[in-house]
């Protein structure tokens, strides 16, 4: 990993974590100065993180963090839920027995974490990119990782929340056993499950005159791409 992928690996990981706020301005020569960096290779950053829909740039004023409206969480989770109904019936598929046991493993570290933290976070992403890998679609693959490095901060929050975390690792639990026992509708159901948790408890907690309407909304249109998976939440 070089310089700028290391530097940009840290930043992601501040806008995870809420270290670096929504709207929040990004200086270039603050950036300059933490990491001892020219204003060209600063503004190749910046070009990516905009790239990657971390940053917006205003004429004349520089480039800010990006602050998603409710109605864009919404929309963003179901893009992501529509994808990943893909992948995961792609993955079930494809998915060896080397590949189950690889996620237990996963699965056992992650429940054995004692704080949150990147090792917890590089964790959890590498359990959900074994099925994403199993689907064996490149672009589907690089269209979901970019919708996942969006809501960064919503997941973050998810597992910064011990009764939360507890719930996560139960689905991923119902996962490997489903995957196991070759139960396909419940492996799609729980990916389904899996992101309407992080989702529904966002807009609860950060946008609570918005969120009943909207979680209706999401359950409408879910209904609409699981295509008979009857997901927990209804």
């Given amino acids: 990993m070089n310089i700028i992928d290391k530097i940009l690996e840290e930043i992601e990981y501040?806008?995870?974590?809420?270290?670096?706020?929504?709207?929040?301005?990004?200086?270039?020569?603050?950036?300059?100065?933490?990491?001892?960096?020219?204003?060209?290779?600063?503004?190749?950053?910046?070009k990516i993180l905009k790239e990657r829909g971390l940053v917006v740039h205003h004429s004349n004023k520089g480039a800010f963090v990006i602050d998603f409206t409710a109605r864009q969480v919404r929309d963003i989770y179901f893009l992501r839920s529509t994808l990943d109904v893909i992948a995961s019936r792609l993955a079930f598929e494809c998915l060896s027995e080397a590949s189950i046991n690889e996620m237990a493993y996963l699965q056992s570290q992650l429940k054995s974490a004692k704080?949150?933290?990147?090792?917890?976070?590089?964790?959890?992403?590498?359990?959900?990119?074994?099925?994403i890998k199993a689907a064996g679609n490149e672009f589907l693959e690089r269209e979901i990782k970019c919708l996942i490095l969006l809501t960064a901060p919503i997941r973050y929050f998810t597992y910064a929340r011990t009764d939360r975390r507890s719930i996560v690792l139960q689905q991923h639990d119902g996962m490997i056993e489903a995957l196991r026992k070759r139960d396909r509708d419940s492996f799609i159901?729980?990916?389904?499950?899996?992101?309407?948790?992080s989702m529904k408890d966002y807009l609860s907690i950060f946008h609570p005159t918005e969120a009943e309407a909207l979680i209706v909304e999401y359950k409408q249109m879910i209904r609409v791409i699981g295509q008979g998976y009857r997901c927990h939440f209804e």
């Fill in 14 to 46: 501040e806008y995870m974590t809420g270290q670096i706020r929504p709207k929040q301005k990004l200086v270039e020569t603050e950036l300059m100065e933490r990491f001892s960096l020219g204003r060209g290779a600063v503004r190749d950053i910046l």
């Fill in 115 to 131: 704080q949150t933290d990147k090792h917890l976070v590089r964790m959890h992403e590498a359990f959900h990119n074994m099925i």
């Fill in 189 to 197: 159901t729980l990916c389904l499950d899996h992101l309407y948790l």
